[in-house]
């Protein structure tokens, strides 16, 4: 494929033609949200997190302490939101505002 056979798409943004692939990737970079610790410490899948106070797990009857190791997070696309898995804990999701990056 030529240069010349490539596509262009209007950016509302900027008011620009450019190319389709241009404007995908530009959007993708844009769509992507930070999700930071208590600490201001960027976040991403895989990361182990600390608690950094007692948390009381509502369903589960347990209360997870400070100090708590929380290995492999997952980014749930919400900027205050973390999925992890705890033993005897199904679906645990945390708030970024209670956790330390470790």
């Known amino acids: 494929m030529a240069a010349d056979d490539e596509d262009y798409v209007y950016d509302e943004d900027s008011g620009e033609w450019l190319p ?7 959007q993708a970079a844009g769509a992507a ?3 930071r610790d208590a600490v201001g ?3 991403a899948d895989g990361d182990q997190v600390t608690l950094i106070k007692d948390l009381v797990v509502k369903g589960a009857g347990q209360t997870l302490k400070q100090g708590t ?3 492999s997070i997952r980014l749930t ?3 205050q939101e973390i999925d992890c898995r705890y033993p005897g ?3 645990l999701v945390l708030r970024a505002e209670f ?3 470790r």
């Open 89 to 91: 804990i199904k679906g």
């Open 77 to 79: 696309g919400d900027a």
């Open 20 to 26: 389709a692939a241009t404007l995908a990737a530009r």
């Open 99 to 101: 956790v330390r990056k």
């Open 69 to 71: 190791l929380i290995k």
């Open 41 to 43: 410490n960027l976040l």
């Open 33 to 35: 949200i930070e999700v």
